[in-house]
């Protein structure tokens, strides 16, 4: 028998071999487990596109009066979005100052602070929001907070990571002039780091325009909310308008936090 | 002339068990301009940073204008700081500040308050920082960016600064390392200047021997942490060399006029 010339290397092939049988295994597995089918998409397809094109299709505006009200439930997201990066941004800073071991007037605690900000991070703000809601009650409020925690928690870890990389040369040099940690701070690592925290602060932004949209349908206000009382009503068609609205509302947040990055970059 | 520093059996240990000093002692005195050489991870690095507590030492006592440095704390660590001006390889300054701002860091250490943190520099000091810039030609460059200049003017950016905290003691860490040939001879040059002028020791860690030959007062071989040669540069000979780079003089790829005639003559 003629043996073939392979392209790559054998161990190479091995690994590629064994990955595509776990994925087969594993799907087969998650098949079993959840007692889902593929199948069941193709053979329930006709109501599923029934639903589409009947329930959901065309896209039907709100009544004429209830216009100002959608409009108006947007800018509540927008805001509940912008006003909790700005919130967790300023409280992130400070608790990030405390963060990083190289910058830290306690480095001992630095570790702790990280933790404590991936402990916080690794809870969705979805769950937040719920266990909120069961405490606080309905409303902006609580999503506002909700929104806060995780974003805090993302930033410090980002903050801490922008810090490491940029300023541990000028804090040496300050060290070297005698300066104190409020010094140190407020004239070097918040110059350098301006623009990596700004630009972290921005994709926070855009993250938070999503978030406070789902957090808005589980009670927290905004189009979020609007969103699922015409869903909770059947009327579709008007539902798959604000839908639009919102991918609009997130395309423009992109487009705009996509410009002022680039310009913070000059 | 009066003792400035004194090295006693300094010994420092890292965490990961590399003893980056091994036992140095050395004096030093006002006026005097000591080079520092020795191959990579010889203990130049730390050396120069246990002067000013960037690292503290694990034995020995360093003792700094009359101080010892080594049990020094908050303020009067800060305060000891700033008698020690210091240059980097990397110019370490804020880029996102001007040249003005960056050479008034060197200020810091005498401000209180928030005037200190929020950088309101009194005018006189304002004015003095300006006339140094003249000094160092860099007027044109003043409200510039610090990350506009070029290496050469960064450096001068950076002593520019250190020379701002009137220091008794000016510490260099390869000040000329990432810099051509011809701005590293215009920061030596100034080095030299400045320091001779306004009376500040200066200690220069550095790469190339034939800079070390001609700018120091007295050259200080380090090898595996301790000090293998302390003399004049005269006093330097190739087998001072050998001993201090751990090879043979034709290993070395060395500046200066004595290479260059020999490169001359392999080349024929």
Not at chain 1, 46 to 56: E, M, P, Q, R
Not at chain 1, 88 to 108: D, N, Y
Not at chain 2, 41 to 62: A, D, F, H, M
Request: hydrophobic share 45%.
């Amino acid at each position: 028998m003629k043996k073939k010339i392979p392209l790559i290397a054998h161990d190479l092939k091995k690994i590629y071999t064994i990955f595509a049988v776990v994925v087969v295994v594993l799907f087969i597995v998650c098949t079993i487990l959840t007692n889902f089918n593929v199948m069941s998409l193709v053979s329930n397809g006709d109501a599923f596109w029934s639903f589409i094109t009947n329930d959901f299709l065309p896209p039907k505006l709100p009544k004429a009066s209830r216009i100002p009200g959608v409009l108006s439930s947007v800018l509540v997201t927008l805001a509940l979005a912008l006003s909790s990066t700005t919130i967790a941004a300023i409280l992130a800073m400070f608790v990030a100052l405390f963060g990083s071991e190289k910058v830290s007037p306690f480095p001992k605690l630095a570790k702790v602070v990280r933790g404590f900000a991936t402990f916080l991070r690794n809870i969705p703000a979805l769950v937040w929001a719920f266990i909120l809601f069961s405490s606080l009650g309905i409303g902006t409020g609580v999503g506002f907070v909700a929104l806060c925690i995780t974003s805090f928690a993302f930033m410090v870890r980002a903050f801490v990571e922008t810090m490491e990389d940029v300023s541990q040369d000028c804090v040496e040099s300050l060290l070297t002039v005698g300066g104190t940690f409020p010094q140190r701070v407020s004239q070097a690592i918040l110059p350098s780091c301006l623009s990596g925290f700004l630009s972290w602060f921005l994709y926070c932004v855009e993250v938070n325009i999503r978030a406070s949209t789902i957090v808005g349908m589980v009670g927290g206000g905004g189009v979020g909310m609007t969103l699922f009382s015409y869903i909770k009503n059947f009327q579709y068609d008007i539902a798959l308008s604000i839908i639009l609205l919102i991918a609009l509302m997130v395309i423009v947040v992109d487009q705009v936090t996509n410009i002022l990055r680039k310009e913070l970059l000059k | 002339m009066k003792q400035i520093l004194k090295f006693e059996n300094v010994i420092k240990r890292y965490p990961n068990g590399v003893h980056a000093l091994n036992g140095v002692s050395f004096e030093m005195k006002e006026g005097e301009f000591i080079s520092v050489i020795g191959p990579s991870g010889s203990g130049k690095s730390t050396l120069l940073r246990t002067i000013n507590k960037l690292i503290t030492i694990s034995e020995g006592t360093v003792v700094l204008d009359g101080e010892k440095i080594s049990d020094k704390k908050g303020k009067a660590l800060r305060s000891l700081r700033r008698k020690v001006g210091m240059i980097f390889q990397n110019y370490n300054l804020v880029y996102s500040l001007s040249v003005l701002q960056n050479v008034l860091h060197g200020r810091l250490g005498f401000m209180k308050g928030f005037k200190g943190i929020f950088g309101i520099y009194s005018e006189e000091d304002k004015k003095k920082a300006l006339s140094l810039i003249k000094e160092l030609g860099l007027e044109q460059f003043a409200y510039n960016r610090a990350s506009d200049l070029s290496g050469g003017q960064k450096q001068r950016v950076g002593i520019a600064r250190a020379i701002m905290q009137e220091p008794k003691l000016l510490l260099c860490d390869e000040p000329i390392a990432s810099l051509d040939p011809s701005s590293a001879k215009t920061i030596m040059d100034l080095l030299k200047d400045m320091t001779s002028k306004r009376n500040i020791a200066c200690i220069v860690n550095l790469h190339q021997l034939d800079v070390a030959m001609k700018y120091s007062t007295r050259i200080i071989g380090l090898s595996k942490g301790k000090i293998v040669f302390d003399d004049t540069p005269d006093k330097l000979t190739e087998e001072a060399i050998e001993k201090i780079y751990g090879t043979s003089y034709e290993n070395l790829m060395l500046g200066g006029e004595k290479s260059e005639k020999e490169d001359s003559f392999n080349c024929a």
